[in-house]
């Protein structure tokens, strides 16, 4: 009798420390990737309607202010941002970065359109086109919902571009950021995908010598007729942090806002040439270059990651957590 009773107390033993390992399992595996990490706070001058912010967002094609929950907004960016037929999990990246953003900016910013919270006019804040909200979209919001990207309880800077030309660049480089280089950011290599326009891969744009005398007075040096344009300091993407005019120094980045960013389509110059009236430059890529290539994360995406690899991958040592349900 005492050796059945010992095997059955061993049994019973062994049986309880399965369930509990088992139950152990299962809460680790319940919690989710989004979930794991330190929460930003929730900027302090948003309303919240059952814990999610509530948006007064200055519409530029309406002229008003129209009042819609984050996740309306952020549906709306995405649809901006990218094209609503492209991979789900792009899509989801791109809306885990536009959530993250407005939440920044509200936190930092105001916006310069009063009474408003952000606006959808891009030279402040995002792309912005509700029109194009799709099932894809809304799927993709859905999924990602409340998820922002985090730094040490912070909200870190959430930049993407449209195509990196190979590598992505430093803040400083490729935006003239004042201040360090936040290290969730550093020059990435980005496998962009295929299916790019290829006047995105490699493109050319001429100005006159008079409208790049006219970027370069913009961007704080006044030259007189236009003799030279050489590509100055680089960074480690090869990107042009300067320009050398008639043997001056111009910030690139600033130079390229002002001579027109959709002509100069980044500063991932190869060759500039001058012939008599005409500058020529030629160069890779379309946008800043910093953060999230979105061509990059189609082809991230094409290749089976999902969106947190292609989070993590732009933004290297940021988590993504969960706001709100």
Known sequence: MKAIKKTVSALLALAIAALL??????????????LR????????????????????????????IKQMGIEDYVAGVVAGEMKNDWPEEALKAQAILARTFVLKFCQDKRSKYEGADISTDV??????????????????????????????????????????????????????????????????????????????????????????????????????????????ERGESGRAKTLVINGRSVSAPTFRIKIGANRLKSTLIDDVEIEGDAVRFSGRGFGHGVGMSQWGAYGMAEDGADARQIVEHYFPGVEIVGMWE
């Open 123 to 232: 030279a402040e804040a995002q792309a912005y086109d509700a029109s194009s909200v799709n099932e894809r979209v809304e799927r993709a919001v859905e999924a990602t919902r409340g998820q922002v990207m985090s730094v040490d309880g912070e909200y870190p800077y959430a930049w993407f571009h449209a195509h990196a030309g190979g590598m992505t660049e430093l803040p400083t480089v490729a935006l003239d950021f004042k201040g360090e280089d936040p290290g969730y950011l550093r020059p990435t290599a980005s496998d962009e995908s295929d299916k790019a326009p290829e006047d995105v891969k490699h493109w050319e744009a001429t100005f006159t010598k008079d409208q790049v005398a006219r970027a370069c007075a913009g961007a704080g040096l006044k030259v007189d007729a236009i003799q030279s344009v050489e590509l100055g």
């Open 21 to 34: 390992a088992g139950c152990m399992r299962g809460e680790e595996e319940s919690v989710s990737w989004h």
């Open 37 to 64: 990490g330190e929460s930003p706070k929730l900027p302090e001058r948003l309303e919240t309607a059952d814990g999610v912010p509530v948006l007064n967002v200055y519409d530029v094609s309406a002229g008003r």
